[in-house]
């Protein structure tokens, strides 16, 4: 089992910044993918951002060039930097991790007003 806690949620104003944080714990070896999802009120969950154990890291074209993605791999923690912040980033903010199968964590709200 692999559990995922987030944190770094928050209101903030079009234009600002956020970080978000999600610390893996468990039974972490060897996990494959890390990253985020979001979902919208109304709208299905979407990929923000993703890396692999070996580096590679994918992003969502909304987002590519706003947001970035770090791991520190001591500390088994991702961090999501987000910048130039839009209202239509408004949304739940979901931890992902893939180990044999998906592992979410419980989510946290960013709001981002106009």
């Known amino acids: 089992q692999v559990q995922l806690v987030e944190s770094g949620g928050g209101l903030v104003q079009a234009g600002g910044s956020l970080r978000l944080s999600c610390a893996a714990s468990?039974?972490?070896?060897?996990?494959?993918?890390m990253g985020w999802y979001r979902q919208a009120p109304g709208k299905q969950r979407e990929l923000v951002t993703t890396?692999?154990?070996?580096?590679?890291?994918k992003f969502a074209g909304s987002v590519k060039g706003r947001f970035t993605l770090s791991r520190d791999n001591a500390n088994n923690t991702v961090y999501l930097q987000m910048n130039s912040l839009k209202p239509e980033d408004t949304a739940v903010y979901y931890c992902?991790?893939?180990?044999?199968?998906?592992?979410w964590g419980q989510g946290t709200q960013v709001t981002v007003s106009s």
């Open positions: 992902y991790a893939n180990r044999n199968r998906d592992y």
């Open positions: 890396i692999t154990s070996g580096g590679a890291i």
């Open positions: 468990g039974s972490i070896g060897s996990i494959n993918v």
